[in-house]
């Protein structure tokens, strides 16, 4: 029978003495001055801990913009500082989600406070695992990142606008490669409509890319990506379709005004931020 657990711990405790631990009995049952007794009493095992980014370093991720002095009484400055430094000059600081970072979902990176030190490391976000929580996913498929490149040329389309006269296409296959210039990873669940109903269930894909900037390129590859692995924004097969990035994929509107294809740093924000009352 599966155990399933949570725990739940702070300050450098958790390195220190829970997390080594926890490693100890998963590797032998019996220990000695430090040494296992016997190798083949282990538990089978697999755990993965997260770490929440905490109050101090979200005030020391805050990047604001030089507005100069500001002048008043000291209670307008004091709301100034509150609502107007969080809403507008400090927009982008990398702990309230700075969109424009998502071109490289492995990138994203937070100023860390280091446990009964006063030193800051830099530690990666995992953007990918971050947003799964934050829409409820239940993951059925985690594909790795994958590497992809292609040769391009142009044609003539006369359907084009007046001022184009040629469209990209790919010259050739598309290719999965070590090196490739482009990267995927896509996720398979389902989200619940109802929270706690499983019978109600929305058939959800993720697909995470790596953009270069170039975004007739990023774009064509993306296309091509999903006629690759025979997926459709159109079928029945996924109810829900994330991508990051401006995209060109066919979209269709669901009830409640809602779209199929949905722009993942839009929700990714709404989530982390929109609140009622």
């Not at 009995?25 to 016997?38: E, F, H, Q």
């Not at 490289?104 to 799964?132: M, Q, S």
């Not at 079928?235 to 779209?259: C, K, M």
Request: hydrophobic fraction near 35%.
């Amino acid at each position: 029978m599966d155990t399933r657990y949570i725990l739940v711990e702070m300050g450098n405790y958790f390195d220190t003495v829970l997390k080594p631990r926890i490693a100890k009995v998963i590797y032998s049952k019996d220990w000695k001055n430090g040494k296992p007794i016997a190798r083949d009493t282990g538990i089978s095992h697999c755990f993965k801990y997260i770490r929440l980014e905490s109050y101090e370093d979200t005030q020391n991720n805050l990047t604001l913009k030089d507005i100069g002095n500001t002048t008043g009484e000291a209670g307008f400055q004091r709301d100034y500082l509150l609502h107007y430094w969080l809403d507008f000059e400090a927009k982008g600081s990398p702990s309230l989600l700075n969109i424009e970072w998502f071109a490289d979902p492995t990138a994203y990176k937070l100023k860390v406070k280091k446990p009964g030190t006063d030193e800051y490391v830099e530690k990666a976000v995992d953007l990918v695992e971050t947003f799964n929580w934050l829409i409820g996913l239940h993951v059925e498929h985690l594909d790795r990142w994958r590497r992809y490149d292609a040769a391009f040329k142009r044609e003539t389309d006369p359907e084009l606008p007046e001022d184009t006269s040629t469209r990209l296409i790919l010259d050739g296959p598309l290719k999965e490669t070590d090196d490739g210039a482009w990267r995927f990873r896509k996720i398979e669940g389902y989200t619940l409509r109802t929270p706690g109903d499983q019978s109600d269930r929305e058939r959800t894909l993720v697909i995470w890319r790596k953009l270069t900037g170039d975004l007739e390129k990023d774009n064509l590859m993306l296309d091509e990506w999903f006629k690759k692995y025979r997926l459709s924004t159109q079928d029945t097969e996924f109810d829900v379709v994330y991508v990051n990035g401006s995209n060109n994929l066919p979209n269709l509107r669901q009830a409640e005004e809602t779209w199929k294809v949905r722009l993942t740093e839009e929700h990714f924000h709404q989530a982390m931020w929109d609140v009622e009352d």
